[in-house]
């Protein structure tokens, strides 16, 4: 089978584990340049990425360092948004801080990096910015995830706007909403809970096809949205949630 990214130049943040690692892998499989990134880097070198595939520490949150990034990839095709920071709570429990680290890693990011790589992409005569967002957020919510869920939010609407701006201009956003994946940080969240085994088969229970999804699983339609295959989509979310917003 014909690899489907062969020779575009992606850039994927978050990348040393759970789904930003499986979509690192996923893009180098099927041909494309893959620039992983994270903001721990020793982390990222231990991931077990194939060689060839170029490493660089990114904090999201820090719009300086996302311009020296994509300076120095010299090219991007395709940006993948994926870093991303549960906070957890309801609307009392969720303080200032934790509400602005949200905002920062979720939503932040997408600004920061998006504007990082448009002037390039226009430049070059399109590209593709794919937004790791969740069904948590306006599609449905779950409970205590207000900051999450609100920032999940911002990155659906953030999406149709750069959709609908830049769509003149070669350029197609799209993003993915997965729901409950299983990633290094769900377990960090299970384990934290009260009831850990009970937390997770509530977590469990909340999906209809009775698992939680694969990092691949959301890496295939990363692949799909980034490929030629899809180039008549922009502005569209794929919820990719075993039934979560049913
Ligand atoms: P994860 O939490 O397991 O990994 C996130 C990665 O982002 C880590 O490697 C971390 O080091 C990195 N990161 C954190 N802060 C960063 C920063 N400031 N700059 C750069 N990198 C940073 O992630 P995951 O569970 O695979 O989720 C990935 C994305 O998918 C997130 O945006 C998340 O909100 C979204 N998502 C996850 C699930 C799920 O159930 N796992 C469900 C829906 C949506």
Known sequence: MAERLNGKRCLVTGAAQGIGLAIAHAFAREGARVL???????????????????????????????????????????????????????????????LRRSLEINVLSVFNLSRAVLPGMIENGGG???????????????????????????????????????????????SISPGTVDTPSLHERIAAGADPERLREQMIARQPMGRFGAAAEIAEAAVFLASDEARFMTGADLVIDGGMSL
Request: hydrophobic share 45%.
């Open 36 to 98: 992983a990134t994270d903001i721990r880097l020793e982390a990222l070198r231990a991931a077990g990425l194939p060689d060839g595939i170029r490493l660089e520490r990114l904090d999201v949150t820090d719009a300086l360092a996302a311009g020296e990034v994509v300076t120095k990839a010299g090219r991007t095709d395709v940006l993948v948004n994926c870093a991303g920071y549960v906070g957890v709570g309801d609307l009392l429990a969720c303080t200032e801080q934790d």
């Open 128 to 174: 593709h910015i794919i937004n790791i967002a969740s069904v948590v957020s306006t599609t449905k919510t779950a409970p205590n995830r207000f900051a999450y869920a609100s920032t999940k939010a911002a990155v659906l609407a953030m999406t149709r706007c750069i959709a609908l701006d830049y769509v003149g201009k070669g350029i197609r956003c799209n």
